[in-house]
């Protein structure tokens, strides 16, 4: 069965200091994978999807097929990173229902 | 362009009684998913709807349903409400998915806050 794990729920770092957040999936087969975030009071939206291998806001997500992992990582912790952030494989089929993992809340102190 | 609108804001039902929820996509998308948000909960995957049809259902009981109209609008109703269905609903569209476009990321709308007393 497919599964999604963010092995943390709560994440506080301090401004400036590298953050990761950890993603591990369950799939047969090589799901796309996709990182969401959620501002305070605001919509749920795509930080970045592996596909494009884009940089959002810092942000960078690496692959490791071997681990099925797709952790997320930026450098340098801002104060405006502080969210909610959920990591959500996708199937590379027809018809097959994307499952967002339990999410992690990253707080940065200033 | 607009953004993924979905009505009520909030909705206040009693035990028992019936939900609808609304969800219009973003034009272009034919894709609507409905997700459940409860507290501490994260995002449980509801139903998920492409050009009309059920494509998938999460592990949710029959007296969560939905369907999606000619425009790709979509309704999700909840029958003989719990206590437990207290949530926030999320709808979200995404451009047509399989083939080439299983890669189109979701578009989530505000939600609908459901309040079941």
């Known amino acids: 069965a497919q599964r999604v794990t963010q092995p943390e729920k709560l994440l506080s770092v301090f401004k400036g200091a590298p953050v990761e957040l950890k993603c591990n999936y369950s799939y047969s087969g090589s799901p796309e994978l996709f990182w969401y975030v959620q501002y305070s009071r605001q919509r749920l939206q795509l930080l970045l999807r592996h596909i494009s291998r884009e940089s959002i806001k810092g942000f960078t997500a690496d692959l490791n097929k071997g681990e099925t992992s797709f952790h997320l990582k930026k450098p340098f912790a801002q104060e405006e990173d502080s969210a909610m952030y959920y990591c959500?494989?996708?199937?590379?089929?027809?018809?097959?229902?994307?499952?967002f993992g339990p999410g992690t809340s990253l707080s940065v102190i200033p | 362009e607009a953004g993924v609108t979905q009505s009520p804001t909030h909705l206040i039902k009693t035990r028992g009684q019936q939900a609808t929820l609304r969800c219009s996509p973003i034009s272009g998308h034919t894709s609507v998913y409905w997700y459940q948000q409860a507290l501490g909960l994260g995002l449980q995957f509801l139903l998920w709807y492409d050009e009309g049809e059920e494509r998938n259902r999460g592990n949710f009981p029959p007296r969560f349903s939905g369907r999606q109209f000619p425009n790709y609008s979509s309704e999700l109703n909840v029958n003989a409400l719990e206590l437990e269905d207290s949530a926030l609903y999320l709808c979200?569209?995404?451009?047509?998915?399989?083939?080439?476009?299983?890669?189109?990321?979701?578009?989530f709308g505000n939600g609908t806050r459901l309040t079941v007393t």
């Open positions: 959500a494989p996708k199937m590379k089929t027809s018809y097959d229902k994307v499952i």
């Open positions: 979200a569209s995404s451009k047509r998915q399989g083939g080439l476009s299983y890669n189109s990321p979701l578009h």
